[in-house]
T-cell receptor, first 115, second 111 residues
Framework: GAVVSQHPSRVICKSGTSVKIECRSL??????MFWYRQFPKKSLMLMAT?????????EQGVEKDKFLINHASLTLSTLTVTSAHPEDSSFYIC???????????FGSGTRLTVV | GENVEQHPSTLSVQEGDSAVIKCTYS??????FPWYKQELGKRPQLIID?????GEKKDQRIAVTLNKTAKHFSLHITETQPEDSAVYFC??????????FGTGTSLTVIP
């Protein structure tokens, strides 16, 4: 089945630094990838949608300059949290879909802690 | 856009009892409704799904029902076990591409 690999699983960084999270589709080409943020015991909040080779579409209220998304190939999307602050601490999950296929595969998530 | 509401937000049941989680959606054009189970700190896992041309689907102890007229669908878990304890999310989609998630239900099965 479709597998999405996400790295790192956990990261602790100092306030003011940037962190990059990678999301890779291992055995399929993901035309679209999604990035979600999840607070403890809360639902998945869609941050942005990225299509390979084009700019990401951000949801309302999500800072484009803070959460940089790059989808340079059909198998890799990255989320960079720039100038991270403690309030950016959260669980970030990516997911991928294949065009024309009603499927949705999640990455394993990244626990970001900003100290 | 689509709006998915999910109830209840928390649910506690005794082991062996049944659990029911309900979701409503706003866009009548949505045609695919998956349910995900998420254990703490892990990725959501698809447990069952239903398409709009089907009214009910069952997989062992798990079943999903869909009422297109009322625009709601429900997850039914029978003979609950402690390992069923998790957060459950419903979702709806029209395109199969962008999914709209419910707010989640934290299910606790008490041994």
């Amino acid at each position: 089945g479709a597998v999405v690999s996400q790295h790192p699983s956990r990261v602790i960084c100092k306030s003011g630094t940037s962190v990059k999270i990678e999301c890779r589709s291992l055995d399929f080409q993901a035309t679209t990838m999604f990035w979600y943020r999840q607070f403890p015991k809360k639902s998945l909040m869609l941050m942005a949608t990225s299509n390979e080779g084009s700019k990401a579409t951000y949801e309302q209220g999500v800072e484009k300059d803070k959460f940089l998304i790059n989808h340079a190939s059909l198998t890799l999307s990255t989320l960079t949290v720039t100038s991270a602050h403690p309030e950016d601490s959260s669980f970030y999950i990516c997911s991928a879909s294949i065009s024309g296929f009603y499927g949705y595969t999640f990455g394993s998530g990244t626990r970001l802690t900003v100290v | 856009g689509e709006n998915v509401e999910q109830h209840p937000s928390t649910l506690s049941v005794q082991e062996g009892d049944s659990a029911v989680i309900k979701c409503t959606y706003s866009d009548s054009a949505s045609n695919y409704f998956p349910w995900y189970k998420q254990e703490l700190g892990k990725r959501p896992q698809l447990i069952i799904d239903i398409r709009s041309n089907v009214g009910e689907k069952k997989d062992q102890r798990i079943a999903v029902t869909l009422n297109k007229t009322a625009k709601h669908f429900s997850l039914h878990i029978t003979e609950t076990q402690p390992e069923d304890s998790a957060v459950y999310f419903c979702a709806a989609t029209l395109t199969g591409n962008q999914f709209y998630f419910g707010t989640g239900t934290s299910l606790t099965v008490i041994p």
